[in-house]
């Protein structure tokens, strides 16, 4: 073993920096989607545009269950009303629904529901899932739409009935309040799903409603009962001789949707098309603009004072176009402000323009990673992991406290206002009113029109025009000049940014309508709010369509163009072209969820070069990048990433195989290694014992594995997160490492050449999707006459079922509109389709085949023609591993692999071989002063 010490003898440059104030804690990273121009294509004058469509409700009829792909959720229900009918699930958090066949009302009947289907004017606007004659006079529905899953208990005659259902979560924790239940994700800490207050209504006049209805919550062995109590008031309401029934109970299971404006800023998890400081998202066409204006280096912490300017996300046009987000703190004029934390009365301000709509609430059960410091009595906390990591508590005396993952501190006065940033070391930021004094004691002050700091001085030119403040100009200390330039009529819109060089870049903006559901209608109405106008408030945005860049004559076009709901962007195009608009690439990207979920792009030809689709977990980080090199339809190779719940990097796995460890302090993942699927794996892991109170972002300890070599660090902190020694270990657990990929339509069996092992090898797989022909099938019915006689004809996306009713003279006809379909005659792979008629319904099936990557699923090895062993029982798009025994493993060996599905899958495969070695150990000492500065190494 080794010890080197190093001598500080002169200058010395380690990746060790105080942390910069303005900055939050460095894991921001923006890509910036550029192409070299090289030749051109197209010559293309048009600008870009928001084209709005309806996207309804995706609805699948499967043999034995019936699918739901929501705008953010999807929903799994049984056709028999048996164990676990129905499973809400929303990214990887789910609620599964079972509802017991004896209730206090009597038995419950395993009835088999049909899907009803409403058609108006040739479009669908409502799916629903029916059980008819559950039980005496009535009947359970759910109605599918964008939001929410809709129950619906339909009592045809008076009954005094206490409804009881059973449930199980995964990845959530409950919380009730204010009459309905709250699901909360255990790694964001955000709302996933909820449970409204329960209402009662007739049927045919939702505005005759009672809330005399509760539920209450009971721990179950397996889960939680929920019980549908109607009170008093509500057994009276019921009896009312004045009812029409039928009588709805209404219970919805809702998805939480993200408030528009945490839409706002540079987003840890975002892309952005660049230029200089501008940044234009391809999820939304928000413009952010982000310009410092003064750098003071500090003693551990760097003072930063940036403006920030955000499209505002929502405007109203009572008056002209307002935004209806209250004033931001630290405004300046219309649209910018200064980037520095601040709370108002619906929002949390952070650097990078961003804002999160605090969900003010407890600490979840066993919390315990995320709560320190705990929560005295009488406060709340909001507890974020998705996109941005902190913990904000709201103390008794409504003031607030801001706890950030690097350790640093903010708090904040009951109005809202920043009073101080302090580190680790002590070292302090500290806000009073205007005037900010940084760790050096230096003054600096701030207002609407500039900056000041000593005899230094950044100006800002504010004009108003029609009583909005608008930022024209700002001159730098050395009288440079920055010219604004604003849109006639909505005079928030930033449309020209003139440099001192005289360069410059133009903006266009196209506006569309937002649709918000009033909450309480929304709540009641079964119709899907896309549907019922009174239903929601309309709001408008703004999408950049049009970027130009100029030095002194124009150089490059950008347009944007968008594929939208009323609600959100689906799709997304950027053409970036030449001085002469001759296109030189294109970039198309599908977006859910706010997130890029597809990146495709094509040269100036219009050829394909590249594709990636990406794969995000619950907190927003990508975990799968699915890459398509050159026009191929085939995944070419998988990268894979795994985070723990403070957003670390704790996975990776790229292109080649080659893997990456990691381990954090005070997080789920010290102590220890894990693979992409939880997997541990053992390098020597000698980490050391660290001591660091409310810091998360400090690694104990890497290793990795390329090209058959391991390497290993670890690192020890002192109590104010100092990395004071680290230890290399360079082959410290030695393995002969050995690649292959198994195809079914290549390569399944791979000799290789072992030294004797000194322990258990292990096989590790990782699944590479393959594209195969798949046979698949799409259902609609008809129910609306009972008189079908399976006979109809196709229109474009419906078939018209034909329905006939009486005899002789006295005949009745016509025909019902039966889906619309997205694979009928005449689209792409369509093969034939099936009628059948049962129990009065009229079904419709037609069958196609499609094109999908499909991923493994029982993947099994054989070593040297011996038995076969199953590694894993369902692969999927993820990894596994196996240990196989040291004393199969010879000098010549042979290992074999399958897999069980009908279709050609292939898999990535390492064997990883522990030999005898020799590790090599160095160790690295570092001292600090008091303030954390590094002074030896």
């Given at each position: 073993m080794k010890k080197e010490v190093l001598v500080l003898t002169c200058v010395l440059i380690l990746n060790i920096s105080g942390i910069r104030m303005g900055e939050e804690d460095g894991d921001l990273i923006v890509a910036a989607v550029?192409?070299?121009?090289?030749?051109?294509?197209?010559?293309?004058?048009?600008?870009?545009?928001?084209?709005?469509?309806?996207?309804?409700?995706?609805?699948?009829?499967?043999?034995?269950?019936?699918?739901?792909?929501?705008?953010?959720?999807?929903?799994f229900i049984k056709k028999e009303l048996s164990e676990n009918f129905l499973t809400f699930q929303k990214d990887d958090a789910f609620i599964v629904y079972q509802f017991p066949e004896s209730q206090p009302f009597g038995e419950v009947d395993a009835v088999e529901g049909d899907l009803e289907e409403g058609i108006s004017e040739g479009k669908c606007v409502s799916r629903s899932f029916v059980y008819r004659n559950v039980s005496e006079g009535m009947d359970i529905r759910y109605s599918f739409l964008h939001y929410k899953v809709l129950e619906e208990v339909i009592l045809h005659k008076f009954q005094n009935v206490e409804i009881v259902e059973e449930f199980s979560i995964q990845n959530v924790w409950l919380s009730e309040k204010e009459g309905g239940i709250y699901f909360y994700h255990v790694k964001t800490g955000r709302l996933a799903f909820f449970i409204p207050k329960p209402v009662m209504y007739e049927e045919g006049d939702r505005e005759k409603r009672c809330f005399g209805i509760y539920y209450k919550i009971e721990k179950a062995q397996n889960g939680y009962v929920i019980r549908k109590i109607i009170d008093k008031e509500g057994l009276e309401w019921l009896m009312d001789t004045e009812r029409l029934y039928p009588v709805i109970i209404d219970s919805t299971t809702e998805g939480g949707i993200q408030d528009p404006w945490e839409e706002s800023g540079l987003l840890p998890y975002g892309q952005y098309f660049q230029n200089l400081n501008e940044y234009v998202s391809p999820c939304n066409g928000s413009l952010t603009v982000t310009q410092t204006d003064l750098?003071?280096?500090?003693?551990?912490?760097?003072?930063?004072?940036?403006?920030?300017?955000?499209?505002?996300?929502?405007?109203?046009?009572?008056?002209?176009?307002?935004?209806?987000?209250?004033?931001?703190?630290?405004?300046?004029?219309?649209?910018?402000?200064?980037?520095?934390?601040?709370?108002?009365?619906?929002?949390?301000?952070l650097w990078?323009?961003?804002?999160?709509?605090?969900?003010?609430?407890?600490?979840?059960?066993?919390?315990?990673?995320?709560?320190?410091?705990?929560?005295?009595?009488?406060?709340?906390?909001?507890?974020?992991?998705?996109?941005?990591?902190?913990?904000?508590i709201k103390h008794v005396d409504g003031s607030y406290t801001l706890y950030l993952k690097d350790g640093r501190i903010c708090q904040f006065s009951s109005p809202g206002d920043i009073q101080s940033i302090t580190d680790v070391y002590g070292n302090e930021i500290t806000f009073s009113g205007n005037v900010i004094t940084d760790t050096m004691g230096r003054v600096v002050s701030l207002s609407p029109t500039g900056i000041s700091y000593g005899?230094?001085?950044?100006?800002?030119?504010?004009?108003?025009?029609?009583?909005?403040?608008?930022?024209?100009?700002?001159?730098?200390?050395?009288?440079?000049?920055?010219?604004?330039?604003?849109?006639h009529a909505n005079k928030w819109l930033l449309t020209k940014v003139v440099y001192p060089t005289q360069g410059y870049t133009e903006y266009v903006y196209g506006m569309k309508e937002r649709r918000i559901c009033n909450e309480d209608p929304c709540h009641i109405w079964d119709e899907d709010c896309h549907e019922v106008p009174d239903c929601y408030q309309s709001l408008y945005q703004f999408r950049v369509t049009v970027q130009r860049v100029y030095t002194d004559t124009l150089v490059k076009v950008r347009t944007f163009s968008y594929v939208e709901d009323w609600e959100n962007t689906l799709e997304s195009t950027e053409k970036t072209k030449d001085e002469l608009s001759y296109i030189q690439s294109e970039t198309h990207f599908v977006i859910g969820n706010g997130k890029i979920k597809k990146r495709t792009v094509k040269d100036y030809t219009g050829t394909q070069v590249e594709k990636v689709v990406y794969t995000y977990n619950a907190q927003g980080e990508t975990v799968i990048n699915q890459c398509y090199k050159g026009n191929t339809d085939e995944v070419s190779y998988q990268e894979f990433s795994q985070y723990d719940e403070w957003g670390n990097q704790i996975y990776a796995r790229n292109s080649l195989g080659y893997e990456m460890f990691a381990s954090y302090v005070n997080t789920s993942s010290e102590g220890k290694f894990t693979d992409y699927s939880g997997n541990s794996f053992e390098f020597s892991n000698q980490f050391y014992t660290n001591n660091v109170t409310g810091m998360y972002n400090k690694?104990?300890?890497?290793?990795?594995?390329?090209?058959?070599?391991?390497?290993?660090?670890?690192?020890?902190?002192?109590?104010?997160?100092?990395?004071?020694?680290?230890r290399d270990i360079l082959d410290g657990k030695s393995y002969l490492v050995y690649y292959g990929l198994f195809d079914e339509n290549g390569q399944v069996s791979f000799p290789f050449t072992s030294d004797t092992p000194i322990n258990d090898?292990?096989?590790?797989?990782?699944?590479?999707?393959?594209?195969?022909?798949?046979?698949?099938?799409?259902?609609?019915?008809?129910?609306?006459?009972?008189w079908y006689d399976n006979t109809g004809y196709w229109q474009n996306q419906y078939y018209y079922a034909h329905w006939i009713h009486g005899v002789g003279g006295e005949v009745e006809e016509g025909y019902d509109i039966v889906g619309p379909f997205t694979h009928y005659p005449g689209t792409p792979g369509y093969i034939n389709y099936e009628t059948w008629v049962s129990e009065l319904t009229q079904y419709v099936k037609t069958n196609y085949t499609i094109y999908e990557n499909v991923s493994p699923l029982a993947c099994s090895y054989n070593l040297n023609s011996g038995s076969w062993v199953e590694i894993i029982s369902e692969l999927g798009n993820g990894t596994a591993q196996t240990t196989i025994p040291s004393g199969l493993i010879l000098q010549e060996?042979?290992?074999?692999?399958?897999?069980s599905s009908i279709y050609s899958t292939r898999f990535q495969w390492m064997l990883l071989i522990p030999v005898q070695n020799e590790p090599e150990t160095h160790y690295k000492d570092f001292e600090y002063d008091l303030y954390g500065n590094l002074i030896s190494a």
């Open positions: 550029s192409h070299e121009v090289l030749k051109r294509g197209v010559q293309d004058f048009s600008d870009g545009e928001i084209v709005i469509v309806e996207k309804p409700v995706d609805v699948v009829v499967e043999d034995e269950y019936v699918s739901v792909s929501g705008s953010n959720y999807e929903c750098y003071l280096p500090g003693r551990g912490m760097d003072l930063i004072i940036s403006r920030v300017y955000t499209t505002p996300q929502l405007f109203s046009i009572d008056e002209g176009f307002t935004p209806t987000e209250e004033d931001p703190p630290w405004k300046i004029a219309n649209g910018w402000r200064y980037d520095l934390p601040g709370i108002t009365e619906n929002y949390l301000y990078g323009g961003r804002m999160y709509k605090p969900e003010w609430g407890t600490d979840p059960p066993e919390c315990v990673f995320w709560c320190f410091p705990p929560l005295e009595p009488g406060e709340e906390v909001f507890n974020n992991h998705k996109g941005d990591h902190f913990r904000l005899q230094q001085s950044v100006n800002y030119t504010i004009q108003y025009v029609d009583y909005n403040p608008l930022l024209t100009a700002v001159t730098d200390c050395l009288g440079r000049v920055t010219h604004f330039y604003y849109e690694v104990a300890g890497v290793s990795m594995i390329t090209g058959g070599a391991s390497s290993e660090t670890y690192y020890q902190y002192d109590s104010s997160g100092n990395m004071v020694e680290t090898a292990i096989l590790r797989i990782a699944s590479l999707p393959t594209l195969n022909s798949v046979l698949q099938s799409e259902t609609h019915t008809a129910s609306d006459h009972p060996n042979t290992i074999q692999f399958q897999e």
